[in-house]
């Protein structure tokens, strides 16, 4: 049996944008820019797919720039919003993505400005306190990047609130939503928000696009020179296949929305039920009140612990993350595993779920972990 169980680290083409990936592959391929009928009606489906965007985020056509993906978007704002806004300090926490972390670093040890990195606590929050002391305290301008949901443990964080402190003190806010955007409803006006990162393929969609949501009146330097697509900001012919494929993948997404929460909520839970009967001494990492339906971290006790265990379930056929899917295969410690204290010798698998799965394949997931499990 072939069980995927790694939808963090993406998930496959709905039926729906495949369909509509082969139509508009064979049907359009016009330049948006030219102004000819091919053109226009590239240009037009781009708009279109913009629009979509716009209306699920309750924001502006003018405020989404597509990009190549959720890499791109975090690196847009934090490499790019430097400048524009005489950015001197930047604050994130410790358990961002490695393309917020690594970037922000990359600025800080190149540029005048310094990196102020959060701590979390045990589930993988940072202190609320924390941050707004330490923003009444800093002098200049502020860029915060705090992630939505944790893409390795799904400990969801409270933007809103985060929002609100930054807009009290003068700092831009940026939130690394990808693991979010098409699985949860969206309001930026509801929450105090200049940019927010998307990625077509955690949602169904293809890989190699994603968006940026950029606040009307907050500026970045262009991160791509040249024919001035993107209103300046990212030159370069639009993927017009891959923009179209994001907006139908979204589409679908939003229509069924509460029907898949509810299947693969089911699951999870399910899942959570029959490791704890199962398998003696497993713990669930991340906060569990506040969690990404989708993922479900599990801490395996010392008995499980080998260099093998994902291995050996690929091998079974089972497909999941031993931390982010990023860093999957480097082999190395996961920076999120051990910021929330979970000691060396236990072992951190990532499930996470899509409406795809059923709990046939939890239980074959269950049988085959037990039959890993060293005597
Ligand atoms: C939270 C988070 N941010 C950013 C990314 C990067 O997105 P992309 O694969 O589209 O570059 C990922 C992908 O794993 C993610 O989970």
Wanted: glycine content about 6%; overall charge neutral.
């Amino acid at each position: 049996m072939n069980v995927y169980f790694d939808n963090a680290a993406t998930t496959p083409l709905h039926n729906e944008v495949i369909a509509l990936m082969h139509q508009t592959a064979i049907n359009m391929f016009g330049n948006p820019s030219s102004s000819h009928s091919f053109g226009r009606k590239s240009r037009a489906a781009i708009e279109q797919a913009r629009k979509t965007i716009a209306k699920y985020l309750n924001a502006s056509p003018l405020e989404i720039i597509f990009t190549s993906c959720g890499t791109e978007s975090n690196n847009m704002v934090l490499k790019m919003g430097i400048q524009k806004h005489n950015i001197k300090h930047i604050v994130i926490s410790e358990i961002e993505h490695k393309c917020v972390l690594n970037t922000a670093e990359e600025i800080c040890n190149k540029q005048d400005v310094e990196l102020h990195i959060l701590k979390v606590n045990k589930l993988g929050h940072l202190k609320i306190n924390d941050l707004s002391s330490l923003l009444e305290r800093l002098e200049g301008k502020v860029l915060v990047s705090i992630m939505h949901a944790n893409n390795e443990i799904g400990t969801i964080a409270d933007i809103k609130k985060i929002g609100s402190i930054c807009k009290v003190n003068n700092a831009l806010f940026h939130s690394d939503t990808v693991q979010t955007i098409a699985h949860y409803p969206f309001d930026v006006k509801d929450i105090e928000v200049d940019f927010i990162s998307g990625s077509a393929h955690k949602f169904h969609g293809p890989k190699g696009v994603g968006f940026l949501y950029m606040k009307q009146n907050v500026k970045v330097d262009a991160l791509i020179q040249g024919g001035g697509q993107e209103r300046n900001l990212r030159s370069g012919t639009e993927n017009l296949l891959s923009i179209i494929a994001m907006e139908k993948a979204l589409q679908v997404s939003i229509e069924n929305m509460q029907t898949w929460r509810t299947q693969i909520e089911d699951i999870k839970k399910y899942f959570k039920t029959q490791l704890t009967a199962e398998i003696d001494g497993i713990s669930f990492n991340g906060d569990q009140e506040n969690c990404l339906y989708t993922v479900l971290s599990v801490s395996f006790p010392e008995r499980f612990h080998t260099d093998m265990f994902l291995f050996n379930l690929d091998i079974k056929g089972i497909a999941v993350s031993g931390g982010s899917a990023c860093s999957s295969g480097a082999n190395k410690g996961s920076h999120v595993i051990s910021a929330i204290g979970i000691p060396e010798n236990r072992q951190s698998i990532r499930f996470s779920f899509s409406h795809y799965n059923t709990k046939k394949e939890v239980d074959y997931v269950i049988e085959i972990l037990k039959s890993l499990e060293k005597n």
